[in-house]
């Protein structure tokens, strides 16, 4: 059964770093696309970056030069570094990666999110 499960989220203040990280796991032939989106409350969730399996990215406009999205193929493990973080960037961040499981089709797959806080 295939999971992704994120890491790193916490509490920073504004103008600071965090660097999360998001792991897949089970039985796969493949990762594709891998990607973060967020949700802060009560708004809908929203794309922010995306990487393909040759590194190719793809970022939101809100965080283009301060977020950096990366994977590790060998270990099936997708990064995103937040520098110079902001209090709008304070949400509940989900990874997602489209996977070729082996026991069903290609679909897409979600973590089960982490909290990310800026305040001063």
């Known amino acids: 059964q295939v999971q992704l499960v994120e890491s790193g989220g916490g509490s920073v203040q504004p103008g600071g770093s965090l660097t999360l990280a998001c792991a897949a796991s089970g039985g796969f032939f493949s990762i594709y696309d891998m990607a973060w989106n967020r949700q802060a409350p009560g708004n809908q969730r929203e794309f922010i970056a995306q990487?393909?399996?040759?590194?190719?990215?793809h970022y939101a406009d809100s965080v283009k030069g301060r977020f950096t999205i990366s994977r590790d193929n060998a270990k099936n493990t997708v990064y995103l570094q937040m520098n110079n973080m902001k209090i709008e960037d304070t949400a509940v961040y989900y990874c997602s990666a489209d996977i070729d499981a082996y026991d069903t089709t290609l679909r897409d797959y979600w973590g089960q999110g982490t909290q990310v806080t800026v305040s001063s």
């Open positions: 990487i393909d399996r040759d590194g190719g990215t």
